[in-house]
């Protein structure tokens, strides 16, 4: 069976025990890696977060990189010279058009640090070309087409991990397992105190006062500004529109309640909340946007509620603050620290990249037995892609897990942009009684552009 032929079947095929289905490492030598064994790898999207991402993939032994794709010509070559260095050859090739790198049948995986504005079209295609997938948060533009990836995916039957990875840290795995075996009692809130609102957690471009105004210039050489903007809006463009500034603009993603920060979060509080499967089933809150080239929400104060009754409050970190004082616990990146705390009958977490707290303080010194409830453990999120793919086990950031988060981040949007409390169904994914809600979870896609059900085609392919 050839290498590809089984890395497609190990998600389908239960993989029989001390049975060697790839070349054994230790046959050829220690330090020494079968190709057979090589999981090869394609990196779409390779600015300063792809570019981290491919960094990864490099370090590992058992991964190949043979493909770059990237819309500016300055960021392939850039790319494509860290990888020949890796592999000391001249060998990786260079791609403009994602789907001439995905037509490759020697690429077994993918890492797309795109934007949400394209995630969806290059994982479903990469999907139905038979490709695993490493997809940076968050994970799409809409709640539709979350559901689209998702439901694509699943088709499929690819190994997903979204790159949401404190899911793969000790500190947040900890601070959940503490909540799900019942050590602060009744999980009652979970506070997320996270980017914008007027001070920066991170150096992501968050906080100015104003931005400078746009000034519309010539498409320098070597970008591909149509592909740049892909299914978005037309928009003509600017130095100030192509860098980081577009996090905060509202046509190609939400900004610090999605992938500036606040899916981060979101995603442990679900996980603590054991409710990976579902949503909350209301979703009520205020906010102000930006009034410069960004419009997405830099303050908000969003309240879900879910079925078991536990509260959710995504808040920027200045009104988190003003909340719970908890917030003031860790100072990392420019004196503050987003995170979540975990508020139960009994006690309470304070967890966050900064560090973790609890009261009471013995939580810390907690041990777990045979009979409590343990999570799946990840200490490398790369690596728990590559394990996947091998064994057909879930990782532990699974594309259900991923839309979920994005369902939630996609409600509070909409609640605080129609100014009014909205119901949700979880099992038919849609607003209760409201069509202006139900309206905003989906989008036009710029021409020639269009989303895919499983079995169809998402992204046009060259003639």
Request: one cysteine or more.
């Amino acid at each position: 069976m050839k290498r590809r032929e089984f890395l497609s079947r190990a998600m389908a095929v239960p993989v029989v025990a001390g049975f060697p289905t790839i070349v054994p490492r230790h046959v050829l030598g220690a330090g020494v890696v079968a190709p057979s064994d090589r999981i090869t790898f394609g990196a779409v999207g390779v600015g300063s977060k792809g570019t981290g991402d491919m960094r990864a993939w490099l370090a590992k032994d058992d991964v190949r990189v043979v493909a770059v794709c990237d819309v500016r010509e300055q960021y392939r070559q850039r790319a494509k010279e860290l990888v020949d260095a890796r592999n000391g050859d001249k060998s990786c090739a260079m791609y403009n058009d994602f789907r001439e790198l995905l037509a490759r049948p020697d690429i077994d995986a993918i890492n797309i640090a795109t934007g949400e504005r394209w995630h969806t079209l290059i994982s479903i295609e990469a999907a139905r070309r038979g490709k695993h997938i490493f997809c940076q948060k968050p994970l799409a533009l809409t709640i539709e087409e979350a559901i689209a990836i998702r439901n694509n995916v699943n088709h499929y039957g690819r190994a997903f991990q979204l790159g949401a990875q404190q899911r793969s840290s000790a500190p947040f795995r900890f601070a959940v397992e503490l909540v799900r075996n019942g050590r602060i009692g009744q999980l009652q809130t979970i506070a997320i105190g996270s980017a914008g609102g007027g001070q920066t957690a991170l150096p992501l471009g968050l906080g100015f006062t104003s931005m400078p105004a746009e000034k519309p210039t010539e498409i320098p050489p070597g970008v591909d500004w149509d592909m740049w903007l892909g299914p978005s809006p037309w928009a003509p463009y600017s130095d100030l529109r192509i860098t980081r500034t577009w996090m905060s603009i509202a046509d190609y993603g939400l900004g610090a309640i999605g992938g500036e920060y606040g899916v981060h979060d979101v995603d442990i509080g679900q996980w603590a909340n054991n409710s990976d499967h579902t949503t909350p089933v209301s979703v009520e809150g205020t906010g102000e946007v930006y009034h410069d080239i960004r419009d997405t929400l830099t303050t908000y104060d969003i309240e879900y509620k879910y079925a078991n009754g536990v509260r959710m409050l995504l808040m920027d970190l200045v009104t988190a603050r003003k909340k719970y004082w908890q917030f003031q616990l860790g100072e990392s990146v420019r004196g503050v620290s987003v995170g979540l705390i975990l508020l139960g009958t009994e006690g309470w977490i304070w967890v966050s990249r900064a560090g973790m707290k609890t009261h009471p303080e013995s939580l810390m010194r907690t041990t777990f037995g045979p009979n409590d409830m343990r999570v799946l453990r990840s200490d490398d999120h790369p690596q728990n892609l590559l394990d996947a793919i091998r064994t057909g086990q879930p990782t532990v950031c699974p594309v259900d897990v991923g839309t979920n988060d994005e369902i939630i981040c996609q409600m509070g949007d909409i609640a605080v942009r129609l100014g009014r409390k909205l119901q949700w169904d979880p099992a038919k994914e849609v607003f209760v009684g409201d069509e202006a809600a139900n309206r905003k979870a989906t989008r036009a896609m710029r021409s020639p552009w269009r989303l895919a059900v499983p079995g169809a085609v998402g992204a046009p392919r060259k003639a």
